[in-house]
């Protein structure tokens, strides 16, 4: 579903992605981790083509998109949801997830109609809402909304989309212990055919979704297979200097 072949970036002297290989199948939930500066905000800015690679290429459902732009792999399924901010303050969580929809359907440009009252828009709120646990607070301003939920609330805007592929960098970075459990939940109730590839530092919520684990170091990747074999690999112990302990 999503593909990379020797890709590879540099920013001047700074290699910052080698020679990465990476397959995901359809539905497969792939964790990528690998200490900070390893490369893997770079390697997802590259996949949803916000840079492009020094070489390589990247495959999406067996198309090379290596030089389309973000909003032609947005629209073959490619969604990303961002670290930054990227929410509408003055506006309801409803209404954020309502515009990302609409847009998604192209029910965002009609000027006679208002897009957030179209049936199919509704629709989609409605189910992403629930598959975020959204509902609660799906009528205030994201202004009077806690951290947590906005960062719920950015992963809603990514699936409001109806996304083939979801990237997710980092989405519990900065959340608490129970909002993290709280994303647990929700990447185990994701539809099953949504192929996911998430940037995660918390080893318990990475070790519990991932059906394979991808480990990213000084822009390579040095380990590629399933949760249980990462656990045990000596090359990762080394790498997160026993953090491992932790998970
Ligand atoms: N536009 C850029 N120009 C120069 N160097 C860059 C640029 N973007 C990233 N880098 C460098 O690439 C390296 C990898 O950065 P990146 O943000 O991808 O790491 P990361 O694995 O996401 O780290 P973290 O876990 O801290 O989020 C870093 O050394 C960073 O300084
Ligand atoms: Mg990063």
Do not use: C
């Amino acid at each position: 579903m999503l593909e990379t072949r020797n890709l590879d970036k540099s920013f001047g002297a700074i290699h910052v992605t080698r020679n990465v290989a990476l397959k995901l199948e359809k539905g497969e939930r792939r964790v990528i981790l690998g200490p900070n500066g390893a490369g893997k905000t770079t390697l997802f800015n590259q996949l949803v083509g916000e840079i492009q690679p020094s070489s390589g290429s990247i495959h999406l459902a067996g198309e090379d998109v290596t030089r389309l732009s973000v909003a032609d792999r947005a629209r073959r399924g490619l969604s990303r949801s961002y670290q930054k901010n990227t929410l509408f303050d003055g506006l309801t969580v409803w209404e954020n997830l309502g515009l990302a929809a609409a847009i998604a359907l192209g029910k965002g440009t009609g000027l006679m109609r208002d897009p957030l009252h179209d049936p199919e828009v509704i629709e989609t709120v409605k189910e992403v809402a629930a598959l975020v646990n959204l509902g609660r607070s799906l009528h205030a301003p994201v202004a009077a909304v806690s951290y947590g939920v906005r960062r719920q609330l950015e992963v809603g805007i990514a699936l409001a989309t109806r996304p083939k592929v979801l990237l997710m960098d980092e989405p519990t970075s900065g959340v608490g212990p129970e909002m993290s459990r709280g994303f647990h939940r929700l990447l185990k109730n994701l539809p099953r055919d949504l192929t996911v590839l998430i940037i995660e530092h918390d080893m318990d919520l990475a070790f519990d979704v991932a059906d394979t684990i991808t480990v990213l170091n000084y822009g390579e990747v040095v380990f590629d297979g399933l949760p249980e074999a990462a656990r045990n690999s000596a090359l990762l112990k080394e790498i997160y200097l026993g953090s491992w302990e932790d998970a």
